[in-house]
């Protein structure tokens, strides 16, 4: 009798007991408020940041906090809203020479995550380094690149979401700092032998990016 009370009483907890939460990829939109992406040009005569923010950055994601290893996203620049400080220089950047923005097709500046090294799932609050692989493209010439990262996922409780919401902010967030590196000759641009001094060939990228559950 006793005995099998006490498998009654087992198959009860067991059944009771909480069932752990599948696996869930969630999807993510660029907080434009809160989101930046920057250039930088170190020739030996001048260094310049071309900057872009707002309507001029755009992005979506798709991420399992407990599998970050299969995140995917794609990050898009829109290059004819980047500003270096100088309207002269936006302009020639923007040229037929340059970037020829004009043409729809070589506007955005892009880059598609396809691959993400990080260790573990990650854990709400804390910054996780990762190593981001993706292919760059710009002016429509894409090229395999791997970016410097760090990953944070930021869960809101009820009572932080209410706190937030006129901010955008939802219950998962995610914040990511990236920084990269590439070249004009990478993606077919030549810069001219006059400008070598003003306009290095080498290109260095930063992201300061921040996703809200959608």
Request: proline share 5%; hydrophobic share 40%; no cysteine.
């Given at each position: ?49 071309g900057t872009s923010a707002l309507e001029g950055i755009q992005g979506t994601l798709a ?13 898009k620049v829109d290059m004819s809203r980047v500003s270096t400080g100088i309207e002269k ?126």
């Amino acid at each position: 009798m006793i005995r099998t009370l006490a498998i009654v009483l087992a198959s009860l907890l067991l059944t009771a007991a909480p069932v752990p939460a599948a696996a869930e990829s969630m999807n993510f939109k660029l907080l434009t408020n809160y989101s930046q992406a920057s250039f930088r040009s170190d020739a030996p005569l001048e260094t310049f940041v071309g900057t872009s923010a707002l309507e001029g950055i755009q992005g979506t994601l798709a991420l399992d906090p407990a599998k970050p290893q299969d995140a995917k996203a794609t990050v898009k620049v829109d290059m004819s809203r980047v500003s270096t400080g100088i309207e002269k220089r936006d302009a020639d950047m923007r040229g037929k020479n340059y970037l020829d923005t004009e043409v729809e097709g070589n506007k955005w500046v892009t880059f598609e995550v396809r691959k993400v090294e990080v260790t573990g799932p990650l854990q709400p609050g804390k910054e996780a380094p990762a190593k981001v692989h993706g292919v760059l493209t710009i002016k429509q010439k894409p090229t395999d690149t791997v970016a410097d990262a760090t990953v944070m996922y930021i869960k809101l409780s009820p009572e932080q979401v209410e706190q937030q919401k006129r901010f955008g902010f939802t219950s998962d967030n995610v914040k990511v700092k990236a920084k990269l590196n590439s070249t004009f000759t990478a993606h077919g641009i030549q810069v001219p032998q006059l400008l070598f001094l003003k306009v290095a060939n080498d290109i260095q990228m930063l992201a300061d990016l921040v996703f809200v559950r959608q």
